[in-house]
């Protein structure tokens, strides 16, 4: 870039010295004297061949240095993905190919379909369950420990001292967390009718519809869990419990957001079901303001409280005893899920449905990792 400016720089100064030869002999009404004109030329020359340079270093700045063992990995990694894409396709539709490059893996319980095709799937997930995208995610197998520093009783605190007294010891204390492997599965059925239209994307459509089926069935664990399995947002400690068993207050929503900290307000959205979204339309400040705003550029089209909401249809409605809000950060709930996702294709299970099935297992599991990031509101008890 510095370069370039020196180009510059130099141009000007030659484009002034020119303009400044020509001046002169206008000024005095007069023709170029030959010297005059050699120099004009002369400069001129320059001029040109520095334009033609500076050119050049600008289409050298928009270029970029190719690593041609990146790219070649980039293309034979390309290369494989089709060809286990075009297998899987191939399998699923009952055409055999006798290329072992691009076979897949028959067992017993059908076809196991390559990573290209499940990391996909999971990919999928990510992009269409907002709360699995804002968790903090841990894609290992197996067990997980993680640590985390507890100040919930005590915590870390300064006071003044007097010479030769000991100072007392306060200070919070480390615990973690276990996340263990939960496993779980997920079936969609392809219709024979639709595999057999050779126009049909089925790639696509598998992909979109595991992804559709598990990301449902992970949202609804991570916001209400199950006993003894997957926790998710069941074991959020801050609370707040609305008066009624039917109905929510403005009152208590200010109370609710103001029970996280500030320091993790700053990523912090709203979840309800929409039913819960409808009644909160309808709340009015003191000077007849709705609390939810419609705004376009929200996340999802409203904003309550300066927030993003979100609504599922996985949340519970406004109900005695109910979870019927969680509001934070987000990222303070910590989800474990394997990357190793295992799909299969199962084309003779279903053959009397006139169907073909494709099964997806993953290991899953879901806890709060920081307690103060997110807080739920709870009905009251009928």
């Known amino acids: 870039m510095n370069q370039l400016k020196a ?3 130099k141009r000007n100064i030659k484009v002034t010295e020119m303009k400044s030869v020509l001046d002169k002999a206008k000024n005095e009404e007069r023709a170029m004297t030959d010297e005059e004109m050699t120099k004009f030329n002369g400069l001129e020359k320059e001029i040109k061949d520095l334009d033609a340079t500076i050119e050049a270093e ?10 041609y063992n990146k790219k070649q990995e980039k293309e034979e990694q390309r290369a494989v993905e ?31 379909i390559p990573s290209s095709i499940a990391n996909k799937i999971i990919k999928k997930v990510y992009d269409i369950c907002p709360i699995y995208k804002l968790a903090t995610r841990y894609p290992v197998g197996g067990t997980l420990n993680i640590p985390y520093y507890d100040e ?67 949202e609804k664990e991570l916001l209400n869990g199950t006993t003894d399995k997957v ?25 609710l957001q103001e029970t996280v900290p500030d320091v993790f307000q700053n990523g912090a959205i709203w979840i309800m079901n929409r039913a819960t979204r409808k009644a909160i339309r309808k709340l009015k400040d003191g000077d007849g303001t709705y609390l939810l705003q419609k705004d376009f550029n929200a996340k999802w089209g409203y904003t309550l409280l300066g927030k993003d909401v979100y609504t599922s249809d996985n949340m ?8 019927a809000i969680q509001y934070g950060d987000m990222s303070g709930l910590a989800v474990k899920l394997a990357e190793d996702m295992n799909i299969q294709v199962l084309r003779e ?9 494709v099964v997806g297992w ?21």
């Open 231 to 255: 926790a998710g947002l069941s074991t959020v400690t801050q609370k707040v419990t609305a008066a009624s068993a039917t109905a929510i207050t403005a009152d208590e929503l200010i109370d």
């Open 7 to 9: 180009l510059l720089e």
């Open 58 to 67: 600008k289409r050298a700045n928009n270029l970029e240095i190719v690593d």
């Open 362 to 382: 993953i290991e899953i599991d879901s806890k709060v990792e920081n307690a103060q990031k997110i807080a739920k509101l709870e009905m009251a008890a009928a």
């Open 349 to 357: 299970k279903f053959a009397t449905q006139h169907a073909v099935g």
């Open 152 to 218: 919930s009783t005590q915590s870390i605190e300064m006071a003044y001292a007097t010479e030769f007294v000991e100072l007392e010891s306060k200070s919070g204390k480390f615990t973690s967390i276990e996340l263990k492997g939960f496993l779980a599965g997920a079936l969609t059925k392809v219709s024979r009718s639709l595999i057999n239209n050779s126009n049909f994307a089925l790639v696509p459509f598998v992909i979109t519809a595991m992804a559709e089926a598990i990301s449902k069935w992970i």
């Open 316 to 323: 519970p409605t406004m109900a005695a005893g109910k979870t």
């Open 82 to 112: 089709e060809a286990e894409e075009r297998a899987f396709e191939n399998y699923v539709r009952g055409i055999v190919e006798e290329r072992a490059d691009v076979n897949l893996t028959v067992g017993d319980n059908g076809a196991v």
